[in-house]
């Protein structure tokens, strides 16, 4: 079974640039999850979609990120304009319940973005 | 205020030697508790998922244990291998849904 797939793995781009980020979760996960990672710490949740639905959208900075997850499916996070900041790695999990107690998140490899 | 800490911040041991890596939550209410396994530039793999119920779990050389009373867990590895050398995340859901990660331990294994 294919794991969490994201592209690029590394992007760098000046400040006041555009940059998008793509994840295919795994197949048959209906909850889909986009983090970011700043150096030294642990994951922070940006966005989480049951579907195709934000259900989750309240660490998301609105003025310069967003998201879509059309069909349900794939989900592409983008922040416009970027600032220097926003250096970081982007991940990308995915889940499904499935009858569990607990939900499970896989995760993919991340883009790590740097922004100059 | 629902948090994770972990201890030590960076753990440097030789190749063989075993280690036990703290992790101590404040999370509330408490359904489980996960362990991750980060490579670097790699995303995070899950180790072990502890419930209320659980006091150890074993993943081969990985032992969690869980004190649901005092609110910690502890993973231990046992005969270390180079390919261990990684940080390690405790992380604990908020409900069933929202993960509150701690900052990790960076292990690194030396030959």
């Known amino acids: 079974e294919a794991g969490v797939v994201q592209s690029p793995r590394y992007k760098i781009i000046e400040k006041k640039q555009p940059v998008a980020f793509w994840c295919n979760p795994i197949s048959g996960h209906n909850t889909l999850y986009w983090y970011r990672q700043n150096l030294g710490q642990g994951p922070e949740l940006l966005i989480r979609?049951?579907?195709?639905?934000?259900?989750?959208d309240s660490q998301l900075p609105k003025d310069r990120f967003s998201a879509e997850r059309l069909k349900g499916v794939d989900s592409t996070l983008k922040i416009q304009p970027a600032e220097l900041g926003d250096s970081a790695v982007y991940l990308c999990a995915s889940s499904h319940l499935a009858g569990r107690s607990y939900n499970e998140q896989f995760f993919g490899p991340g883009t790590r973005l740097t922004v100059l | 205020k629902n948090q994770v800490e972990q201890s030590p911040q960076s753990l440097i041991i030789l190749e063989g030697k075993n280690c036990t890596l703290q992790c101590n939550y404040t999370v509330s209410p408490f359904s489980n508790l996960r362990w991750y396994k980060q490579d670097t530039g790699r995303g995070p793999v899950s180790l072990t998922i502890?419930?209320?119920?659980?006091n150890t779990k074993s993943n081969g050389r990985y032992t969690a244990t869980l004190d649901a009373d005092t609110k910690q867990s502890s993973l231990h590895i046992t005969a270390s291998q180079l390919s261990d050398s990684a940080s390690y995340i405790c992380v604990v859901p908020i409900g069933n849904e929202k993960l509150t990660f701690g900052t990790g331990t960076r292990l690194t294994i030396i030959p």
């Open positions: 502890m419930t209320f119920s659980e």
């Open positions: 979609y049951e579907n195709e639905e934000a259900v989750d």
